[in-house]
Structure formats: structure tokens, C-alpha cells
């Protein structure tokens, strides 16, 4: 996949360039003080109700089901066959991978519990469907042909295949018409209503599986289920069950059925349970979390995850929260990424989006132990950045390359490239002529977007050191949230009609536009005549950022526009999130709607086409599909459909 995260250069390490601590992380795949603060009583509880029952908990196919606390995995696998040398098994499936002669999945409904799940397959020219239910305790699955061309004369053959995930402890054993998985004194049974054959090639094919299997010829529909032994008919019926009872929460949610469905279904397909510590989370999509090794969280993206599971899941929300937190560096700041091996960015972060997204979910649900959680983490990384990013009184983004542990593996660090990194828009126009200095480790460059997604910070985070009667934090939250609006405000350029990002390298402003110079919005940084002059001199020009595709992330009349290559001109939907959040703040209605009308119908017209929800949308087609660096179901992309949701709200 071709994007800037994923795309950072590589570097060889070479032993005689090696210190002492690179000499030892070279001894295990683990990243050194890899220590995991303990859980609160309350946290460990969500964990807990989260981590139970089937579901879609294996990162690596969709077509998995797996049972916790147990591990106990059922996987749904297909081998194709030929007369000749074109045989293939397909074992694992994911949602948007690009290679050639990948599978294509096209996700249907997945409920928040996994209580029902459907999803479509197409692979050398076989398609077929999975669903799965809950029957009380059990899982009961049923796969179905679809009308297909097949690339050979022969059946594919469906195998469903039994056994324990992440060392977990367990036997499984078949017998017959039914397979046992033991682990300790307790016992599951899986019962398939598989075609009666006497011919042995149903019963051994050559497939690369460990645990014990079910195969036979694909012809018909066909069902698994757990516990109990069930006919066909009561699979089916125990699945209409539980879509009925789906689509009846859709239903009763009234006008934003549509929206909530959507953002249900992409945050359930994109939960996992990381073994690793033990927790359930939801990373940007499965693909990038199997290219990093099992998993990837990254700072800004875990906590819109944080926001949209919200709307229907309060513990997940908590757990997206809390475990991006969780991965704070010994700095004390959220790290850039997280991934398997307990790695992280050591030396940049990203957005400080966190405190808002804490008050969010806070104003919700009213759970004091979770403001409690995430106070200290989130102070500790305000604290931060004005340690660490404060140039001229100004806040910059940064990479400090000397921090411990390093990433030998990322030669990002400590460079202008791992500076612009931490901004998250990894080749953002804004940052072409950006100088990084060395010896401060930052850029010189005064960032309009950052300032005032920090502002938002300091005040969030002040209301809640309010609410849990922090007195002296508060104080000092709500005073360094006023130096800085007050630096903030001298950015103001009233010939432009805008807030302006300054280059202290040069000492001049920088007049390229992105949605960050609209973000004092969000802050309530910008005056209500300056707001106003913003939206009608820029949001909604249509040389600009208007137009039927809202909005880039660079101007249309920019240069960089027509490169439509990730940051530059494509349509993010953080940036309209974050927009639409300043919109919020001052009395334009009619813009703030339409904003969120054309956000959802941008969103709607893959989600409809192909069920994509993609990374970043192509600005002048409306089309995440047209390059292979937009990943076709990464979560954030249903922040488009959630700013409707909350203009929905509005109107109630």
C-alpha cells in the first residue's frame, strides 16, 4: 500500500554503528521498558465485558470467529480447484487488500456485539457469503454459494476448520460429524451439517491447516454451530432472528438509522483482541494492523475510533480512549503510532485531539472513574508540548531522535520528515518549504492547526480538572490556554481574511490554505466577525474549498491541488470533523448544514457502491477507489457520516 506512514524509508542497521541499547533491543522482538500500567478496578471491568463471547476477534481474516476468553477460532476457508496447476486455498480474508488476485470482501452489517454479522466473498471467480449469529451461547454460521463464474471446471471446496488462537490452552479433536475443542474441564462442541460423502478427498485435503477441519465440495449452502447439534432450517432460522433484530435497532433510530449503521458496521469489522495485552481495541483497519505485525494504533485515528463507537458501544469507547493513553511514552506524550512489539513513535507524537474527545464521551455517559483514568495521561501530554514544541511563544510540530527507546527500524526520527510526521498530514503542502532545526528539534515553522487544536486541548481538559475538583491544574490549564490564544490571534492576516501559518525561518506568513487555518474555530480562538469573514471569504469559495466534493486538504487554486496524492487536495474526514466542530461554535447555521450534508453524501457514495469507507477521498471525483493509497475501510472516513449525525442532533 502506498502511503507515507507505511512508505517511511527504511534504514540497515549495521553493527558497528550500534550503542550499547541498540546492541540490547537487538536480543528479542520486544521493545525494551515495555512496562504496561495496571488497570483501574472500573477499566478492568469494561475489558472484561468486551472480551467475551464469539465474534469477529482475529485480526488477521474476517472470516474468523473466535470465542473469548477462550480463543477457540472457527475459520471459514476456500480452496479452489483445478484439472490442472491453478489450485489456491484461501485462509485468511481482509477487507481492501490490493494485491493481485486478492480476495474481495464486501463487509455487510456487523452488530456491535457480533451478534450478527454478514459479509460477501469473491475470489478466482467463486463468491459466497458468511453470516453468523448468537443462539443464546452458541454461534451458528452459514455459508452460502452466490451466483458466480468460476476460473475452473471444478467445485472450490469449503473448509471450516477448529482451534485455539494466541497459545491459548486447548485440544481439538473430530469425530465424525462433529469436532470437540477441550480446554480444561469444559468442552465445545461444533456440529456441521457438511454433505454425508464417502469419498476421502472430502474428508483429507491438502490445505495448510494445523487444527481439525470439515471439508467438502461447495455446492450448497451449508452450517456450522457451536453447542448443540442444528439442523439447516433452525441455523437459518436462529440468523433471521438475530438480522431481524438488527435491523429493527437500525429502524428504531429513526432518521439517523443510515448513519448509525454505517459507523456500527465499520467500527465492528475493525475491533480486534490484541493478545499482546490482552484488550480489545479498534485499529484503523485490519490490513494495516497485519502489515505492522498485529497491530497498529494510531494517536489522533484511535481516538475518532474513541468518538464514533460512542454513538452505540460506551465500553469501546471507553477502551479506544483509555488505550491510546495507555501507549503514553516515558516522555509523557502520546506517541505518533503504536504496534506490535510494544514499539512507538519515541520521538513524535500527533494531533492532541485527546481531552476533547475525553469530554465528549464524559458529557455522555457521565462516568466520573473514566475522567478519572484519563486525567493524568492527558495532563502529562499538555504538560508536553509546551515543553517540548514551543518556539517563539508559537507551538510547532517536532521529532526529538534522541529519545530512548529508539526505533532503529525508523529513520524518520530525529528528521524533518519525522517533524512533519507528527502533524499526521505526512506531505502536507503547508510543510514544502518548512527548515527543521536540529539543535531544537523542531520546525520553524508557527502552525496555525496545532495551536488551536492545543487551545481546544487546555480547555477541555481545564472543564474536566474542574469536574474532578482539580483546582490548581485547572488554574494552570486555563492560563496556558490563554498565552496561547493570545499568540494565536496575532496570526490573524486581516488582508487575507484568515488566520496564517508563520515560517520563523523567514519570518514570513505563509499564505497556501488547508482546513487547519480554519481550525481557531474550533478553539473559539477566531472573533465572531473573524469566523464569518473565514466562511464566506474561504470555506465556501468555490476556488477554494467549496465545490460538490468538500473539503480538500489544500486549497483548489493551490498547486499541490491537482496532485490529489494523500494530503495534498484529497478530502480527510478528520479535517471535515474538526471543521464542522468549529462550525459548531458560531451562528452560521445554513453553512454549518450544508457542510454536513455534502460530508455524508461524499460518504455515502462508496459506502453504497462497494461498502468502502475510505482513508482520504479523491476532491474533484468524489472516489476513494482511484489510488491504492486510500485504504478501503479505514475508520476514520465514517467521520464524514458522523458530523450528519451530530447536525441531525442540532435540529432535534
Known amino acids: 500500500m502506498q502511503n507515507c506512514r507505511a512508505t517511511e524509508t527504511f534504514a540497515v542497521f549495521t553493527m558497528g554503528m550500534a550503542t550499547s541499547l541498540a546492541a540490547a533491543q537487538l536480543t528479542a522482538h520486544i521493545a525494551p521498558n515495555s512496562n504496561v500500567p495496571p488497570r483501574s478496578a472500573q477499566y478492568e471491568q469494561v475489558q472484561q465485558r468486551l472480551a467475551r463471547d464469539w465474534n469477529t476477534w482475529d ?16 475459520h471459514v476457508g476456500l480452496k479452489h480447484n483445478s484439472t490442472e496447476n491453478g489450485d489456491a486455498y484461501l485462509g485468511d480474508a481482509l477487507i481492501g487488500r490490493l494485491s493481485n488476485d486478492a480476495e474481495k470482501v464486501t463487509p455487510g452489517p456487523h452488530s456491535w456485539d457480533g451478534s450478527y454479522t454478514s459479509a460477501d466473498f469473491e475470489w478466482k471467480g467463486h463468491k459466497w457469503r458468511v453470516e453468523s449469529a448468537h443462539d443464546g451461547d452458541d454461534l451458528v454460521m452459514l455459508v452460502t454459494p452466490l451466483s458466480s463464474k468460476p476460473i475452473s471446471a471444478l467445485p472450490p471446496t469449503l473448509v471450516f476448520s477448529v482451534d485455539f488462537l494466541w497459545n491459548s490452552p486447548g485440544t481439538t479433536h473430530k469425530h465424525g460429524n462433529f469436532i470437540e475443542a477441550r480446554t480444561g474441564s469444559s468442552a465445545v462442541l461444533a456440529h456441521c451439517t457438511c454433505p454425508e460423502s464417502d469419498d476421502k478427498s472430502n474428508v483429507h485435503v491438502n490445505v495448510p491447516i494445523s487444527g481439525s477441519y470439515f471439508a467438502f465440495d461447495f455446492t450448497e449452502p451449508v452450517g456450522l454451530s457451536s453447542g448443540k447439534r442444528r439442523s439447516l432450517g433452525e441455523m437459518r432460522a436462529a440468523i433471521d432472528r438475530q438480522r431481524s433484530a438488527y435491523e429493527q435497532s437500525i429502524k428504531s433510530s429513526g432518521k439517523n438509522g443510515p448513519i448509525l449503521e454505517a459507523i456500527e458496521t465499520t467500527i465492528g469489522w475493525d475491533t480486534i483482541y490484541e493478545p499482546e495485552k490482552g484488550r480489545v481495541i479498534s485499529p484503523v483497519s485490519r490490513v494495516w494492523s497485519v502489515d505492522w505485525g498485529g497491530y497498529v494504533l494510531f494517536d489522533w485515528d484511535t481516538f475518532f475510533a474513541a468518538t464514533l463507537a460512542g454513538i452505540g458501544d460506551k465500553d469501546l469507547a471507553y477502551a479506544n480512549a483509555l488505550e491510546i493513553l495507555r501507549e503514553e511514552t516515558a516522555q509523557g506524550f502520546v506517541p505518533n503510532y503504536a504496534r506490535a512489539g510494544n514499539w512507538k513513535s519515541s520521538d513524535r507524537s500527533e494531533p492532541p485531539v485527546g481531552a476533547i474527545t475525553v469530554l465528549g464521551l464524559y458529557e455522555k455517559f457521565h462516568d466520573r472513574w473514566f475522567i478519572d483514568d484519563a486525567f493524568e495521561p492527558l495532563l502529562r501530554w499538555n504538560r508536553w508540548w509546551a515543553e517540548h514544541r514551543d518556539i517563539q511563544g508559537y507551538l510547532a510540530w517536532g521529532s526529538d531522535g534522541q529519545n530512548q527507546p529508539e526505533n532503529l527500524d525508523d529513520n524518520s526520527r530525529g528528521t524533518r520528515i519525522g517533524a512533519i510526521l507528527e502533524s499526521g498530514l505526512d506531505n502536507s503542502p503547508m510543510y514544502d518549504n518548512a527548515t527543521y532545526n536540529e ?17 481546544a486541548d487546555c480547555d477541555a481538559l481545564a472543564k474536566i480538572a474542574d469536574e474532578l475538583g482539580k483546582t490548581a491544574e485547572s488554574k494552570e490549564l486555563k492560563d496556558r490556554a490563554a498565552r496561547y490564544r493570545a499568540k494565536l490571534a496575532t496570526m490573524w492576516d486581516e488582508q487575507a481574511g484568515i488566520f496564517l501559518n508563520v515560517d520563523l525561518h523567514t519570518g514570513r506568513r505563509n499564505t497556501r490554505l488547508s482546513p487547519t487555518n480554519f481550525y481557531p474555530m474550533l478553539a473559539k480562538a477566531a472573533t465572531p466577525q473573524q469566523a464569518k469573514t473565514m466562511i464566506q471569504k474561504h470555506l465556501i469559495n468555490k476556488d477554494e474549498f467549496w465545490g460538490e466534493w468538500v473539503i480538500p486538504s489544500i486549497a483548489r487554486n493551490d498547486p499541490a491541488f491537482k496532485d490529489q496524492d494523500y494530503w495534498r487536495g484529497r478530502i480527510w474526514g478528520p479535517m471535515n470533523y474538526l471543521v464542522y466542530l468549529g462550525l459548531l ?68
Not at 443 to 451: H, K, N, Q, R
Not at 595 to 616: I, P
Open 439 to 455: 539543535q531544537s528539534h523542531v520546525l520553524e515553522y508557527a502552525d496555525v492547526g496545532l495551536m488551536s487544536m492545543y487551545i
Open 59 to 74: 485480526v488477521h481474516s474476517v472470516a474468523t470467529q473466535v470465542l473469548l476468553p477462550e480463543g477457540l477460532a472457527i
Open 585 to 652: 461554535n458560531y451562528n452560521d447555521s445554513a453553512v454549518r448544514r450544508k457542510f454536513a450534508e455534502k460530508s455524508y453524501a461524499l460518504f455515502l457514495k462508496e459506502w453504497k457502491e462497494n461498502g468502502h469507507v475510505h482513508e482520504n477521498y479523491n476532491a474533484m471525483t468524489g472516489s476513494g477507489d482511484d489510488v491504492n493509497s486510500s485504504d478501503r475501510f479505514y475508520h476514520w472516513g465514517a467521520l464524514l457520516g458522523y458530523v450528519e449525525y451530530l447536525e441531525q442532533g442540532t435540529a432535534e
